[in-house]
């Protein structure tokens, strides 16, 4: 498996570094601070960050790639926690007072994070006043998308739940694209049944129905979404609603830290979703 491969973080600009909304507002020398304490690490695909079960060492903020949070259960079974996109915190066990990673993070694509030691994250949390709201907004949405996975579990059914995460997809990496809206990185069957709780074979049933219906196109590693409202209704569980219905849940997010201004997109696609690149 790659390896990290560590960077000078004094490489990275001031200018750079406030394209993120985490650290627009602060000054060159809180920034100097910040650079000073981080390193920068480059991850090929399939590099870890960090593994389930480690010492909780480090935290990070991913400045380009996608990596994706995998967490092993008791009985072997692998499952997709959710995926982590530029601009970013991760690794925040400490700040949960863990002493391990209770996940693995891997890049599903060539990625770049800095990484802060541990014992740091008194100082990262008291540099601002926007700072330590991020990092409280970035901790309470991940225990909120924990119970909402565990509701979802609980009560949808598989085909739900699958239109769910693709959704949620299409708003964190939406790209546009001539056939539809694609998931813009490397996604398989295999990651949304980890993801959602189910088969492989399940997942691959479903996509190969929604593909002839016209819903989605389905290739090696990629998902594109065709009709984008009617997959808001399989999520809802719901055949009539309204075209433009737009369910809360596919427009309440984790939060953006990665300084995107305002988006003319339809509201559920939210504000990761990427015009053609």
């Not at 970013?88 to 209770?102: C, S, V």
């Not at 225990?143 to 059914?157: F, G, K, M, N, P």
């Not at 596919?250 to 015009?275: H, N």
Request: net charge positive; with cysteine; proline share 7%.
């Amino acid at each position: 498996m790659p390896s990290p491969a560590v960077l000078p973080s004094a490489a990275l600009s001031p200018v750079y570094l406030r394209s993120f909304a985490l650290f627009e507002r602060l000054t060159d020398v809180q920034l100097q601070s910040i650079q000073q304490e981080a390193r920068t690490l480059r991850l090929p695909v399939s590099a870890c960050a960090f593994r389930q079960g480690e010492p909780a060492a480090h935290f990070y903020l991913l400045l380009q790639g996608r990596l994706k949070v995998t967490q092993c259960t008791c009985g072997g079974a692998q499952v997709v926690v959710r995926y982590v996109n530029p601009g970013d915190l991760f690794g925040l066990a400490r700040a949960m007072r863990q002493p391990l990673y209770p996940a693995c993070a891997v890049a599903v694509e060539d990625s770049v994070c800095l990484a802060w030691p541990a014992q740091t994250w008194p100082r990262f949390v008291a540099l601002s006043p926007d700072v330590a709201g991020a990092v409280l907004q970035a901790v309470g949405q991940r225990l909120q998308d924990a119970h909402v996975r565990i509701q979802e579990l609980s009560t949808e059914e598989v085909e739900q739940r699958v239109a769910r995460a693709i959704l949620r997809l299409v708003d964190q990496a939406g790209e546009q694209t001539d056939e539809g809206i694609a998931i813009s990185f490397p996604i398989t069957r295999q990651d949304i049944a980890e993801t959602t709780g189910t088969t492989l074979h399940t997942v691959s049933r479903l996509l190969s129905a929604w593909q002839q219906r016209g819903l989605v196109v389905n290739r090696r590693k990629r998902v594109v979404v065709r009709q984008l409202d009617d997959l808001i209704r399989l999520s809802e569980g719901a055949a009539e609603q309204p075209l433009n219905y737009c369910p809360m849940s596919m427009t309440s997010r984790k939060p953006t830290l990665a300084g995107a201004g305002p988006t003319e997109q339809p509201p559920f696609l939210g504000s990761r979703m990427k015009s053609g690149m």
